[in-house]
T-cell receptor, first 113, second 110 residues
């Protein structure tokens, strides 16, 4: 079974703090994604990566950056957290572009005070 | 623009059949996915349609009409454990992005 592991299930941070969310997948998948999930809005794509060191902006990249130095690891960085970034963050991976379903991690619920 | 619409909430009775509809308008199309998400858990894959027609997988079936931009997920013999959110999602033509609807919360009552 594919396993996507997110480093923290729950985080509480203060406005202006730098936040790192880490995601690791164990199935040698090419593509990795970061979504945020908010009530009534569904999942919105922040960034994705189709290969090591490659990244592309999704639909809502403002205020976020990402890093993919190794194939199995995809990190989401909030340089200066703000209250409107309070959300559930979901990491996902997929074997190849355009082929197959997404495999999701358990999610990281971030609260910014 | 890109838009995926599905009902916000539905309620059904244990043992019954429920159909969750999804309509989409996207700039490209590379298949339609349904995911199930229990409260506090990760979404998990249910079904994938890329051609028109019905795909059946046990108690769950999914239908696609590309010309109408329409899909539905059919759940038969409902069980209490089917209470969850059901997410409709469309893969774009380039293959990288998957666009999600807001999800339908299904409540199954005894």
């Amino acid at each position: 079974d594919v396993k996507v592991t997110q480093s923290s299930r729950y985080l509480v941070k203060r406005t202006g703090e730098k936040v790192f969310l880490e995601c690791v997948q164990d199935m040698d998948h090419e593509n990795m994604f970061w979504y945020r999930q908010d009530p009534g809005l569904g999942l919105r794509l922040i960034y994705f990566s189709y290969d090591v060191k490659m990244k592309e902006k999704g639909d809502i990249p403002e205020g976020y950056s990402v890093s993919r130095e190794k194939k199995e690891r995809f990190s989401l960085i909030l340089e200066s957290a703000s209250t409107n970034q309070t959300s559930m963050y979901l990491c996902a991976s997929r074997r190849l572009a355009g082929i197959g379903e997404l495999f999701f991690g358990e999610g990281s619920r971030l609260t910014v005070l | 623009g890109q838009n995926i619409d599905q009902p916000t909430e539905m309620t059904a009775t244990e043992g019954a059949i429920v159909q969750i509809n999804c309509t989409y308008q996207t700039s490209g199309f590379n298949g339609l996915f349904w995911y199930q998400q229990h409260a506090g858990e990760a979404p998990t894959f249910l079904s994938y349609n890329v051609l028109d027609g019905l795909e059946e997988k046990g108690r769950f079936s999914s239908f696609l009409s590309r010309s109408k931009g329409y899909s539905y997920l059919l759940l038969k013999e409902l069980q209490m454990k089917d209470s969850a959110s059901y997410l409709c999602a469309v893969g774009n033509t380039g293959g990288f992005k998957t666009i999600f609807g807001a999800g339908t919360r299904l409540f199954v009552k005894a």
